[in-house]
């Protein structure tokens, strides 16, 4: 059985997901398939490296790649739906640790796989809540349920406005291209920001309760009002989720009605706020936003975690060839070298992959 998951990029809805507002994502043009053959015991390879791993759902979690199948088993399990052992290979073009969610592309493709093997087919929603389990119940990351969403639904030609508080989604049209440009920063997912970041979340909305505010939870703040009683740094963090939240619904407000130019504006404004008020960015993603900007992008952003991978740009579709190019060599100007950079439309979610013949 053979089944592939998109990459994603947040178009808008940054640090939000697991504040209970709402994310504006879509998948890219790069995949990660798993195959999946019966088999004793479970073993996995790669084509990232060039080793057939034995893994143990049972075991330990060690640290590797193989952990996000191990999780994706477990998750299966549960349900009832894990064949009893698996051979599986894995092949990928979403790059690692570049924001563009390849842990849950993989988990997402194996989860459709795996179940397959077992002669299951799960819904979207149910694929994105294996996934989502595997990674944040089994490997420990304390992800949102963004990720693992848009590899299960998107559609082509789609960004899907995902509410995260209800589980709510709306397709929304997106023909345009967005071009990616990678930082050549990398970031961990499991390290120190990101946790941190949550707790502080956490931290704000008990305090914001303990303060009388009624709150199901903190993208519920409202944005025009700054929670001065909180020590500055939450307040900060406040700010960026009650801002986050209702740029996002702007956003998809403006691409409901293809008015593309007012959706980068609020990119560059949730860079901002991503960069001052939730201090998630790095140095050579605001330069790459700044340089964007004075070329006459519609917009740009870091989008997906944080602290380096991929800055998002949305411009003109005949001007932007030459953008990026004058983008690519600002950058190298500064830094002495050229970052990758590729252009996608709104990719297809996981899906099975036929055989042919
Ligand atoms: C990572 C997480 C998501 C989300 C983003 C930030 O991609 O996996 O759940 O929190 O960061 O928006």
């Not at 739906?81 to 842990?103: E, F, I, N, Q, R």
């Not at 790459?288 to 004075?294: C, I, K, M, Q």
Request: aromatic share 6%; glycine share 12%; proline share 5%.
């Amino acid at each position: 059985m053979a089944a592939s998951a998109p990459g994603r990029v947040n178009l808008i809805g940054e640090h939000v997901d697991y504040n209970g507002g709402p994310v504006l994502p879509m998948a890219v043009a790069r995949r990660t398939a798993v195959v999946a053959g019966l088999g004793h015991g479970f073993q996995a390879a790669s084509t990232r490296d060039d080793v057939v791993d034995r893994f143990d759902p049972d075991g330990p979690m060690r640290g590797g790649w193989t952990d996000f199948l191990a999780g994706v088993v477990r998750a299966l399990r549960r349900r009832g739906l894990a064949p009893a052992g698996a051979a599986l290979a894995a092949a990928s073009t979403v790059p690692v640790g570049g924001g563009l969610s390849s842990s849950a592309a993989l988990a997402v493709a194996a989860a459709r796989a795996l179940a397959a093997l077992g002669g299951h087919a799960l819904t979207g929603a149910e694929l994105a809540r294996v996934a989502w389990e595997a990674e944040h119940d089994e490997v420990g990351v304390r992800c949102g349920t963004m990720d693992q969403t848009i590899a299960a639904l998107a559609q082509p030609g789609k960004a899907l406005l995902y509410e995260t508080a209800t589980g709510v989604t709306r397709q929304l049209p997106f023909r345009g291209k967005l071009w990616l440009v990678d930082t050549g920063v990398r970031h961990r997912l499991a390290d120190g920001g990101y946790n941190q970041r949550r707790a502080e979340c956490d931290e704000a909305l008990a305090l914001l309760r303990g303060a009388g505010w009624e709150l199901p939870h903190l993208a519920a703040y409202p944005p025009a009002r700054l929670p001065a009683s909180l020590p500055p740094h939450l307040a900060r963090r406040v700010a960026h989720v009650a801002t986050e939240t209702s740029r996002t619904r702007a956003a998809a407000e403006a691409l409901g009605r293809g008015d593309l130019r007012t959706v980068g504006k609020l990119m560059y404004e949730s860079h901002r706020s991503l960069q001052h008020d939730y201090a998630a960015s790095c140095e050579e993603a605001d330069v790459l936003v700044e340089s964007a900007e004075r070329l006459g992008a519609w917009g740009a952003r870091l989008t997906g975690a944080g602290w380096g991978g991929t800055v998002v740009v949305l411009a003109d579709e005949r001007s932007a060839p030459r953008l990026i190019l004058d983008l690519q060599a600002q950058f190298a100007r500064i830094y002495g070298r050229v970052p990758e950079a590729w252009a996608t439309r709104a990719s297809g979610g996981a899906k099975r992959e036929a055989a042919r013949g």
